[in-house]
């Protein structure tokens, strides 16, 4: 039974991850983009020239750079989608993704602050645009971070054989399938929120709250092909660095930008660490193969 519903999972996923990856799609989304951020302009000039009334919705389109801030708002949900097509592929390469998500997020930040810039008087504008330059700083430094990380990290195999790597895979591609029906529970609920408070609350701290279920989930699940100390303790600090993701995505301006670029450091010694001891066990492994035996009358 079990197998059945995990086969069943995978082929959906595969089916939304082939249409998700197809140029046409690239296509779609690259025109929503470009069409929101148009519509923006557009109802800025018509609330500007009082075609419209600035009332419910439309308020947040008074302000001629909202456009940016949603159509970059939109452009961080699709890289959210991405990100859980990549979690079967590699927990390591999922866990790097979702702090390119996190650098993204203070991306957005800035623009919202730059939204409230009404005007180019210094005073009005010099608290919006501490914040921009604080918060793009901090994006700028674990994008650097990042980047480093992609160039040290190892990627290893736990399963000792390709009938266990394969369910491996496939558990990880349902738990993907989850994730992603989650994420538009959630999109839904943000847009209907917008629709009757006409207030958009982009709810990327409780994504994040699920993806460290699924995460704890994954390191569960990972047990029945490896029990060692290394594997369980990689896996768990990388749950670790997804909750400080979570934790700073709710917290005060500046201390958000202190816990994500912290844990963007834990990420990138965890690695380091890593790599260090698994290249040292590399070596005696290699020298002891190497090492002649000592006759037995020197034992």
Not at 235 to 262: C, E, N, Q
């Amino acid at each position: 039974m079990t197998d059945k519903i995990l086969i069943f999972g995978e082929k959906l996923y595969l089916k939304i991850k082939d249409i998700w990856e197809t140029d046409r799609m690239h296509r779609i989304i690259s025109n929503l983009l470009v069409s929101v951020f148009l519509l923006s302009l557009l109802l800025y000039l018509l609330i500007h020239q009082q075609i419209l009334p600035a009332i419910g919705i439309l308020s947040a389109f008074a302000n001629p750079f909202f456009s940016i801030e949603a159509s970059f708002t939109l452009l961080l949900l699709t890289e959210i989608i991405s990100m859980i097509f990549v979690l079967p592929k590699s927990v390591a390469k999922s866990v790097a993704k979702q702090f390119e998500l996190l650098s993204l997020i203070f991306l957005r930040h800035g623009f919202q602050e730059f939204s409230n810039v009404h005007s180019l008087n210094w005073e009005e504008m010099v608290k919006p645009v501490e914040y921009m330059f604080v918060y793009g700083a901090a994006s700028l430094f674990v994008y650097f971070i990042i980047g480093i990380v992609y160039k040290k990290q190892r990627h290893i195999i736990i399963c000792r054989t390709d009938k266990a790597q394969r369910n491996f895979v496939r558990f990880k591609r349902v738990i993907s399938l989850l994730l992603l029906i989650a994420f538009f529970v959630i999109t839904a609920i943000d847009f209907n929120n917008l629709i009757i408070n006409n207030i958009y609350t982009a709810s990327f701290h409780m994504f994040f709250t699920i993806l460290i279920f699924s995460d704890i989930m994954i390191l569960l699940i990972t047990i029945r092909y490896a029990l060692d100390y290394r594997t369980m303790y990689r896996y768990s600090a990388f749950i670790l660095a997804t909750i400080f993701i979570r934790i700073a995505l709710t917290s005060h301006p500046y201390y958000d930008i202190v816990i994500g670029s912290a844990s963007a450091l834990y990420l990138l010694f965890l690695v380091l660490t890593y790599n260090y001891f698994e290249a040292a066990k590399k070596i005696k492994k290699q020298s002891a193969v190497k090492q002649k035996k000592l006759p037995e009358k020197y034992l």
